[in-house]
């Protein structure tokens, strides 16, 4: 299944969404985020269109990018796969499947490219003593070159280990707790990020960044984040400064969401970021 209204051939897209059905590096008991880019679109496609291909536009106002919808990869292939859309000056999207997909999206990237991830998740994922799986993410993508994990930011993390509490110093990640954005404010927060972050950007967002009670359908519900208007607020923010050069949306859990509303909020989310986007 692919969404209906990404109708753009590759070559005049601007945008090349995948997805990943895959959650081989999950550690989280509730199994099912492999089946997350199927029910986004089969979602998105009985509820976000009038008629076949007529989508329905963001309060951002109207979608002018032009979009391509790829279809499923497998895992193994999605480094080979972003470098090709890369290659061809593409912005790649991609729908998990778990966390641990995000280390393989960002593998594709040039090397010589110099990108900031804003890493929106309950989870701080900076785990060292295990590597590579979702719990690790930022510590494994914090060894390649062209990550500047001095010049990233983490929102809307509640729930760290002591372990990555230290890394987090260590490697001298800034982190927004979801207590610490209620505090000083979106707008603060948006402009705390754009001075942090460099011309490059890397959007990736755990759906449990939102509290449960909007999110239900996820592999690691935390109570206490963020709600889906100031998420929404915040992506629409950032696609608009024009330095989003990929974008991720991982760990929907169908088999426990209700009535379908984490998977809905997702595809309206990634409509909300395409909406906003400027294109380089």
Known sequence: MKFPWAKSSFEESDCVIIGVPDESGSRASRVGAQLGPYFIRKVSSSRDVYGPTRIAQSLSGEIKTKIHDLGDVKKEDVEKTIRYIVENNKVPVTLGGD???????????????????????????????????????????????????????????????????????????????????????????????????????????????????????????????????????????IASWGRLVGIDIMETNPKYDIQDMTSHLAANILIEILAALKIR
Do not use: C, W
């Open 99 to 237: 966390h641990s997909i995000t280390t393989e999206v960002l593998k594709g990237f040039p090397t010589d490219r110099e990108i900031s991830l804003i890493y929106m998740d309950a989870h701080p994922d900076i785990i060292s003593s295990e590597r590579h799986y979702f719990g690790s993410v930022i510590f494994d993508v914090s060894q390649f070159n062209n990550i500047n994990i001095t010049a990233s930011v983490e929102v809307g993390i509640r729930d760290p280990e002591v372990e990555e509490i230290i890394n987090i110093r260590k490697l001298g990640l800034k982190t927004f707790t979801t207590y610490e954005i209620y505090d000083i404010g979106m707008k603060n927060v948006l402009k705390e990020i754009e001075k942090i972050a460099t011309k490059n950007i890397y959007l990736s967002i755990d759906m449990d960044v939102l509290d449960p009670a909007f999110a239900p359908g996820v592999g690691s519900p935390s109570p206490g984040g963020i709600s889906a208007v100031r998420l929404m607020y915040l992506v629409k923010n």
